[in-house]
């Protein structure tokens, strides 16, 4: 058996990886000027390490998705047990297997009441695509295929296949052409830094919402199926809404008689401090889509729970849904995500979280409130953004656009954190096992890092 680690030199590996491999999201003539890739080796609880023995604490989770942290052997064990005693077997033609069974009948206890039935699939875009297909389907099912309309929000981040980049409300990703599809609509964000509003203002939280209503309205309530929203939006920059927005929200989704999709990829399995984002701010979803958390990253795996008006003309009517992913439902994804809940229930995560990990973090990061770099500290449990302006008072960006952020970001990854830039801000989501001496060290070199651009700038 061959180990496909620490065996070749960096060099080695930065060459052979310019020369063959495409990566997601990355400038690769950037990439080629920095003489190629970081090449990260292992992990252990929030820390990483490079093939040049640097250390990392990982202020991201990896990308927001590895929250008991690295190294955990009993995952492992999981994996190949089940590896060895069967490997794949689909779950499509009326055919199960014990993990799916299982993992299925501990989601339906786990999500909030009513979302009792669960579909499965291998990321995050695939979830929200299903979603789409989903409530498309039931519409069509009550005889009114014209609602096809999904009011999605500006920043929003759904992911990246054809459907869930439309879904999306970045700018960036509709760069491509043929992007967004018809059918999709994108209402304002509650995002009160760039709307000149105050974080915690319930006037703004409801003109947000209204925006929502608004988009309804414009294409038509009869033409509207759902409305779909991350509870907090993530990668979006950690945009947390305003009180009261979510209430209105869901009435205003309750009126029209719109479906209630919310994307939980991020604030799924305790990263808000609740073990679901919708919990957190007392939303009634009638989807909810999954991925990340639902195994911490150790297997690829998401999934889309269903309430029993979505459910209904799957189960209750002859005819079958004509959608599936070869891996949907994988044993070894799905016994990892079993083994993970375990060790979320074991450790008492989401406590940790709610209790002791979620406070200190907000109030580890609110110590730079006063830091001249920055404009804005927010978050909700243990996810973040620190706003960086060149005026506080008129929230006035940096030249050029995001420069700053990106600069910060680098020095801190210079000096072992990691942290994501999201345009004049910077996010953290670290892995929710992170103890308060860990949050201290992260809050610590990213304030060196702010104070020694702040002094070059
Ligand atoms: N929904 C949300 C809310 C997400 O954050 C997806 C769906 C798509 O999941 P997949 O598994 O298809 O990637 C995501 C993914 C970033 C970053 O840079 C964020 C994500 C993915 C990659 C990068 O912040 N989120």
Request: with cysteine; aromatic share 8%; hydrophobic share 40%.
């Amino acid at each position: 058996m061959k180990d496909r680690t620490n065996i070749r030199p960096t060099a080695e590996l930065q060459a052979a990886d310019l020369a063959h491999h495409l990566h997601p999201f990355t400038d690769h003539s950037e990439m080629a000027t920095d003489g190629g890739p970081r090449i990260i080796t292992h992990g252990e609880g929030v820390w990483l390490w490079d093939s040049e023995g640097r250390r990392l604490l990982d202020g991201m989770a990896g990308l927001w998705c590895v929250n008991i942290g690295y190294g955990r052997p009993e995952l492992g064990e999981v994996a190949r047990r089940q590896m060895d005693r069967l490997a794949y077997y689909n779950t499509f033609f009326k055919t199960s297997h014990e993990p799916v069974v299982e993992l299925s009948e501990r989601l339906a206890g786990l999500l909030p009441a009513g979302l009792d039935h669960v579909f499965f699939a291998n990321s995050g875009s695939e979830a929200n695509d299903t979603a789409l297909r989903l409530v498309r389907n039931y519409w069509a099912r009550q005889g009114r295929p014209e609602r096809q309309v999904i009011v999605s929000r500006r920043h929003a981040y759904h992911g990246s296949t054809i459907a869930a980049a439309s879904l999306g409300g970045m700018a960036s990703m509709h760069d491509i052409p043929g992007v967004p599809i018809p059918g999709i609509v994108h209402a304002e964000p509650p995002y009160s830094w760039e709307a000149g509003a105050q974080l915690d203002d319930p006037e703004f939280g409801a003109r947000a919402a209204e925006s929502v209503e608004a988009a309804i309205l414009d294409a038509g309530p009869d033409t509207v199926a759902a409305f779909i929203g991350e509870p907090v939006m993530g990668a979006g920059g950690v945009i947390v809404p305003p009180p009261g927005y979510w209430k209105r929200v869901q009435e205003i989704c309750d009126n029209y008689g719109i479906l209630l999709i919310c994307d939980e990829v991020i604030c799924g399995f305790g990263r808000t401090g609740e073990w679901f984002g919708a919990q957190s701010y007392d939303i009634r979803p009638d989807v909810m889509t999954m991925a990340k958390g639902l195994s911490s990253g150790y297997q690829p795996i998401s999934a889309v729970a269903v309430n029993a008006r979505v459910a209904e003309p799957l189960l209750d009517r002859a005819g079958r849904f004509p959608h599936g992913f070869t891996y949907s439902g994988h044993p070894v994804a799905a016994a990892v995500a079993l083994e993970n809940l375990d060790i979320m229930d074991r450790e008492n995560l989401v406590g940790h979280v709610r209790d002791t990990a979620g406070p200190a973090l907000q109030a580890g990061l609110a110590t730079l409130r006063d830091h001249p770099l920055v404009g804005e500290v927010r978050g909700s449990g243990a996810m973040a953004a620190l706003e960086l302006s060149a005026d506080k008072a008129t929230r006035q960006a940096f030249e050029p656009a995001g420069s700053v952020a990106a600069r910060v970001r680098d020095l801190c990854f210079e000096r072992g954190l990691a942290t994501r830039a999201v345009r004049e801000g910077l996010v953290f989501a670290p892995p929710l096992v992170i103890t308060e001496a860990e949050i201290d060290e992260l809050v610590s070199i990213l304030k060196s890092c702010l104070d020694d651009v702040w002094a070059v700038l």
